[in-house]
């Protein structure tokens, strides 16, 4: 991953009591409502300032050293629980009572995609659903987050774990699209968060499916692979991301603005388009057709200039690959003047990469701890 988005993983939600929402018939629905509750709290310090010492938490996790796998302990340890609740939920079925007192939990979270309100000094702007598969659509949503990150954690040490990782993400986020948020759309508020949304989840699939790829591109090159196999593979991204791009054009229509997300998108597209066609040049110039290499570097780099990306760090990123391949078309056009004086093809002659996909996401099995809920109907 050449840039990085973090701004998946900063949902907050304020505190949810289910036993003082759902009233038990029972000392054991009691006690299994007051753990979902400790579950939650757990998660909702995930993005609070902890006063916490690390060999506290390190503790608690039962030896996890990692801040980032503490976290996604947490949410793992609270979806099998809120999963428990949802069956029995369902098993009531239609009921005024209970439809009450689910609206009573008023489970409200901030978004890590929509643009933070001036509006909203007090806070994050919080969006309120009165639907159990909003608050498991939510924590999902957290949990994937939560495995880019941890993918971005080992990228340095362990490139076939990273790739593992982000490939588990993108079954989350496949399971959401798929299974939970379908689920949520009849009951959708006018007013709702991207990470609500189908399309949102399924782009997202996609961004972590071309993550995944770009990873094993990483681990490719240094196992020095020729230049034709990775202009496929950079390519391959590029095909996985333009994708996630045409996925997301329903929810700029629902969502005011996520703009943030989809110049991600497009800044690592572009990235690795560059790439795709600094490999096929390089394939090209082996095969001794120079003049072909030195059209495609150099319409590659004219393209380039429409695009500027918005965050600072990913603008150098961008501008350090432009530079390499303006170094290289200088290097190949010096040669050819000198030694090959091949004519440039014009534009409509030249190859293009051939894109070639090789991860695919890691299916998503949700766990349900199966205990006994009754309540007062």
Request: one cysteine or more; a neutral charge.
């Amino acid at each position: 991953m050449m840039i990085n988005f973090q701004g998946f993983s900063k949902q907050k939600s304020p505190q949810v009591l289910f036993e003082n929402a759902l009233p038990a018939s029972d000392p054991g629905t009691l006690e299994q409502l007051k753990e979902l509750s400790s579950r939650r709290r757990a998660i909702e310090s995930i993005n609070q300032n902890s006063f916490v010492t690390e060999a506290i938490a390190r503790e608690m996790s039962g030896g996890l050293t990692s801040r980032c796998e503490q976290n996604i302990q947490k949410v793992e340890q609270y979806l099998p629980l809120l999963g428990n609740l949802i069956h029995h939920v369902n098993i009531v079925g239609d009921n005024p009572k209970m439809a009450r007192w689910i609206s009573d939990l008023k489970i409200r979270w901030s978004s890590s995609l929509a643009p933070s309100s001036f509006f909203h000094l007090s806070g994050p702007k919080l969006y309120q659903m009165d639907n159990l598969h909003f608050e498991l659509g939510m924590t999902l949503f957290v949990l994937g987050a939560l495995l880019r990150d941890q993918a971005l954690e080992v990228l340095s040490t362990d490139l076939v774990q990273s790739a593992t990782i982000l490939r588990k993400a993108a079954g989350i986020y496949q399971h959401l699209a798929q299974v939970v948020l379908p689920c949520l759309q009849p009951e959708l508020v006018p007013e709702r968060p991207p990470e609500a949304l189908i399309s949102v989840s399924a782009a997202t699939t996609l961004v972590c499916l071309a993550e995944a790829q770009a990873v094993t591109v990483k681990k490719a090159e240094q196992k020095g692979n020729t230049g034709g196999l990775l202009a496929k593979l950079h390519y391959g991204v590029c095909e996985f991301l333009n994708e996630a791009i045409h996925t997301l054009n329903s929810a700029t229509k629902q969502c005011k603005d996520i703009s943030s997300l989809t110049d991600y998108i497009t800044t690592c597209k572009m990235l690795h388009e560059l790439l795709s066609y600094k490999y096929l040049a390089e394939s090209l110039k082996t095969e001794g057709k120079i003049g072909f290499a030195i059209g495609v570097l150099y319409h590659v780099i004219q393209s380039s200039e429409k695009h500027t990306p918005r965050e600072e760090s990913w603008r150098l990123v961008y501008k350090q690959v432009i530079d390499d391949l303006t170094v290289l078309l200088r290097k190949y056009e010096h040669e050819n003047e000198f030694v090959w004086h091949e004519k440039i093809p014009m534009q409509d002659e030249l190859p293009v990469p051939q894109g070639v996909k090789i991860v695919s996401s890691i299916l998503y099995q949700p766990q349900r701890w199966e205990r006994t809920l009754v309540f007062k109907m």
